[in-house]
């Protein structure tokens, strides 16, 4: 892409509640556009990364054998009431034109029990071992909250990954759990998402029993989390009794002092057990041919305020830091002056584009500190500069972003190509 | 995918309202399950075919230079009464929890506009030739249809590709909107869909001067199609005066009689001019830094209703044709008899995965009978055949649907994995 031809408006003024660093890097840097309080458009450059954040969501669940599919975004209240959730919080109902009551699906375990219980005869439709069958779907979601805040952090609609296990016991339950557990930690871990912690967290309007709630620790969180540097107990504030009362906890395990952290909840599991397999009345045959309940999991990941969490841990508001996976842009090539430099970055240009890698150009006339700026809002993890000073000593200057081992200041010029090829083949998850 | 892991529900009996083979395909093949009146869930099976019918329009829009990008689904009502257009019949209203009036998208225009509005600023930012953009998404939309028909032909939730292009002039516009149109039919080409043609259409709550429809000629279509056999005169009976009270219609071109056909609609792509842009505000400048308003174009692609077509014009209600491109499987392994069939398959089976192709296997001790039933709802367009008879001969017996040239009947065992390879290669888009 031509850094001229992009459509993106670099904001001068931004809103007074654009309060987190990351939330002002996200509107500076043209990565998406408020069409209303917490209702967001994604511009072309925002949506690469959206996209990329969702593919490797996807590569991962598809890796421990779950099943992509989808399931309306509107759907029956009738189902709702099956469950007794009809009356939570977040739940925008209305009455359609045909006269049906409906509802704008915040998650969807009432809907994929109905598609489950529709289907399901046999265990031997449980694909994974032990039987089990993980339903999944990325798709947007609207959530009717009284408060919007921070951007991409807590939005009404988002863009959310949303699976749904079912597995023969709680054993079983238990053992694709941790299979989920540990998936979840290489997704944060593949989208360069760091200081992710799993730790116990309530189940609210979920039930079930137990939960885990995947948390990156940040000043801008909403959610008090405790930890016990003596042991491995970590929890949300709301596990805990009394947390409203005191700043400082014991650990019920060890009977240290907690720390205090805050943090945004990036994905949130649970054991949900047979809640809703046995009011929706789902059923299989087992091997023995006796009917039986599914005992069922869920496991979600807020996949826009992963992007916005990418943006919180950026430097500044002024600078976006992807790794080479995430990123829109791999490498992004700036020449500064004359048209020999401007020859030397499009012939790059053009090999890269020609070798499949997402590079920008910048060979505009404007001046060379704007063009850096420009650079940083993109966040292309590999830069090159195309200057006469440097074509003089027969190199182009590199800078890198985002990548986890170091890499040389300079290439020659008759090896950049290489080079480059050779640094995005090392990053590659 | 082994059959006996696909989570799939053969029905039996289908209901009532399932009028056209289409739909008990879509039903009996088990790709959608009915969530709620006009509200489909994917099931596995179905989202892949749903996701290459997606990803073939991507790369074809992507080809011509528009840009992917994504907007709310919920908007503020406020947009909509900007352009006058609050009360269409299709609008879903409700005011969220904060109080503010709040609409469910049927369709994109105002959001799209008031993005760019906040975006353009110079003709520099229009990167197609001449100066052009084009945005598109592809998103779920919802319409308070009054009924639903015919499962993926008309629902009341669907997936669509919705495209929308400012230009600097009409001239600009009309030629940007010709690029469009043929790029259409080449994604209906590619997706398989035959039959389909391009006519004349009434441009109805969108305004604007120009709009075609594409139609997919069929019994089960809703709209009404006149086409002269003289000329290139083809329209929607809603552009013709007086369409209602005769049958027989005469050409306004040549005078002839007009030929009548019924279709589905699979596309509509309109002229809009300034109606939008002029209402809403949009402006930028131009060359001379005078300001413009730019002209505009919207172009639609009902993505789940081209796979409803797609099942339509399949064999019956009980065989899937789909090509190589869309098909969720491109070969179907199917061994009968003996455990040496049932290795030979196998082996095949890991050799196609290893090379990446989505491959079926049933190697169940069900009858062979019910093996072919289920391999035509699930319409692999390559399938093999492996049994103690073929393997006696040093053979395997394939079988073909959907593909455009015809191929052996048999292929000698050892050289049927190149083979398969070939064919698969030979058929890509």
Redesign the interface.
């Known amino acids: 892409m031509?850094i001229?031809?992009?459509?993106?408006?670099r904001m001068k003024e931004l809103p007074s509640d654009a309060t987190t660093p990351g939330h002002r890097l996200a509107l500076k840097g043209?990565y998406i556009?408020q069409?209303?309080?917490g209702?967001?458009?994604?511009?072309?450059l925002?949506?690469k990364v959206?996209?990329n954040i969702e593919d490797i969501i996807r590569q991962e669940l598809d890796a421990i054998g779950c099943?992509?599919?989808?399931?309306?975004?509107?759907?029956?209240l009738s189902?709702w009431k099956e469950t007794g959730r009809e009356n939570i919080?977040v739940l925008?109902k209305?009455k359609?034109?045909?006269g049906?009551d409906?509802v704008?699906n915040p998650t969807h375990e009432e809907?994929v029990t109905?598609?489950v219980r529709?289907?399901?005869?046999s265990y031997?439709?449980l694909?994974l071992s032990p039987s089990s069958?993980c339903?999944y779907q990325i798709?947007?979601k609207?959530r009717?909250?009284?408060?919007a805040r921070a951007g991409l952090i807590r939005c009404?609609?988002f863009m959310m990954k949303d699976a749904y296990s079912f597995n023969i016991s709680w054993e079983d339950l238990d053992s694709f759990y941790n299979i989920m557990l540990n998936a979840y930690h290489k997704i944060y871990k593949r989208l360069g998402l760091d200081n992710v912690i799993d730790i116990l967290a309530p189940t609210g309007d979920m039930g079930g029993k137990i939960s885990h709630e995947f948390q990156m620790i940040s000043d801008i969180g909403e959610d008090t989390i405790y930890i016990c540097s003596s042991c491995d107990y970590r929890a949300n504030k709301e596990v805990l009794t009394d947390a409203d009362a005191e700043d400082i906890l014991i650990c019920p395990k060890c009977g240290n002092k907690l720390k205090k952290l805050r943090g945004v909840e990036v994905g949130n599991i649970f054991q949900l057990g047979d809640k809703y397999t046995k009011s929706m009345g789902v059923s299989y045959l087992d091997q023995e041919g006796k009917k039986q309940t599914p005992i069922m999991g869920c496991y979600g990941i807020g996949v826009s305020r992963v992007f916005g969490c990418l943006l919180e841990q950026s430097c500044d508001e002024s600078k976006a830091v992807f790794n080479l996976e995430v990123a829109p842009y791999k490498v992004h090539i700036i020449s500064i002056g004359d048209e020999q430099a401007k020859t030397l970055a499009n012939d790059l240009y053009n090999y890269l584009l020609s070798a499949g890698i997402e590079t920008m150009i910048d060979t505009t006339d404007d001046r060379a500190g704007s063009k850096f700026a420009n650079a940083d809002l993109i966040g292309a993890p590999i830069r090159v500069i195309v200057s006469p000073k440097n074509i003089e000593h027969g190199v182009v200057e590199m800078k890198y972003s985002g990548l986890q081992k170091q890499y040389p200041d300079t290439f020659k010029i008759d090896e950049v190509k290489d080079k480059i090829i050779e640094i995005i083949k090392d990053n590659q998850g």
């Open positions: 031509e001229e031809k992009l459509f993106i408006k043209g556009h069409t209303g309080s209702l967001y458009t994604y511009s072309p925002g949506f959206l996209k099943q992509e599919m989808n399931m309306p975004i509107v759907s029956p189902l919080d925008l209305f359609i034109r045909s049906m409906a704008v809907i109905d598609y529709n289907v399901l005869q031997k439709q694909p069958l339903l798709q947007t609207y009717d909250e009284l408060r009404r609609e």
